[in-house]
């Protein structure tokens, strides 16, 4: 079976500050993680995936995100934070199965102060 | 541009009515997702479709009725049996069903509301 948690429904940083979104997955099979983005009232957009090879995934608008095995860890990172960053970010976990069926968790809403 | 489109962005609903979500994408993907976003619970998969033809139920599948007929589209039925259907629908897709790993293409979503 596989599950998502993010810790923290809302995170709230400064402008320039450091952005930190965790996310801690369960899976009985290698996992294939993703990180999605979604603005008000809008669809999902990935923003970064690991599937194999490199640990430390880059994405889009200055996001990563580093797979940590040992921890079952898919934290996402950006070094500063823009305002319009603000959003709200989905984790998802596939793998396994006879179909690409994704396993959301969430969400985090990202406040990002002036 | 290749995507996925849904129509209509708002739909109201009379209770013991049903309706239809369209999505329809041109991304020739072969795989097609429904899911259902309520605040603070994530994505539920409501049906999915791995090819022309084919469909298996989701976790919520109760209440709801697609059709595969063609590639392109997958329109959601939400019927009066379903107790609950205010929220906002999002259909996605992907290039292959059958294979983990593949990432899903996401609509804009529509916004349902039962008056």
């Known amino acids: 079976a596989q599950s998502v948690t993010q810790l923290g429904s809302h995170v709230s940083v400064s402008e320039g500050a450091l952005v930190l979104l965790r996310c801690n997955y369960s899976?009985?099979?290698?996992?294939?993680l993703f990180w999605y983005v979604q603005y008000p009232n809008q669809g999902l957009q990935l923003l970064l995936k690991?599937?194999?090879?490199?640990?430390l995934v880059k994405g889009i608008n200055g996001f990563e995100a580093e797979f940590k095995k040992s921890e079952t860890s898919f934290h996402l990172t950006k070094p500063s934070a823009h305002m319009s960053d603000a959003a709200e970010y989905f984790c998802?976990?596939?793998?396994?199965?006879?179909?690409?069926?994704?396993?959301f968790g969430s969400g985090t809403k990202l406040n990002v102060k002036p | 541009d290749g995507g996925i489109t849904q129509s209509p962005k708002y739909l109201f609903r009379k209770e013991g009515q049903n309706v239809t979500l369209s999505c329809e994408q041109n991304?020739?993907?072969?795989?097609m997702y429904w899911y259902r976003q309520d605040p603070g619970q994530g994505l539920r998969l409501i049906y999915y479709?791995?090819?022309?033809?084919?469909?298996q139920k989701g976790d919520i599948a109760e209440g709801y009725s697609v059709s595969r007929e063609k590639k392109e589209s997958f329109p959601l039925t939400v019927t009066s049996a379903q107790k609950n259907p205010t929220a906002f629908y999002l259909c996605?897709?992907?290039?292959?069903?059958?294979?983990?790993?593949?990432?899903?293409?996401f609509g804009p979503g529509t916004r349902l509301t039962v008056l």
């Open positions: 479709s791995q090819i022309v033809n084919d469909f």
């Open positions: 899976s009985s099979v290698p996992p294939y």
């Open positions: 690991y599937t194999t090879g490199a640990t």
């Open positions: 991304l020739n993907h072969d795989a």
């Open positions: 996605a897709s992907s290039i292959r069903g059958g294979r983990a790993g593949n990432e899903q293409f």
């Open positions: 998802a976990v596939s793998g396994g199965g006879n179909f690409n069926k994704f396993y």
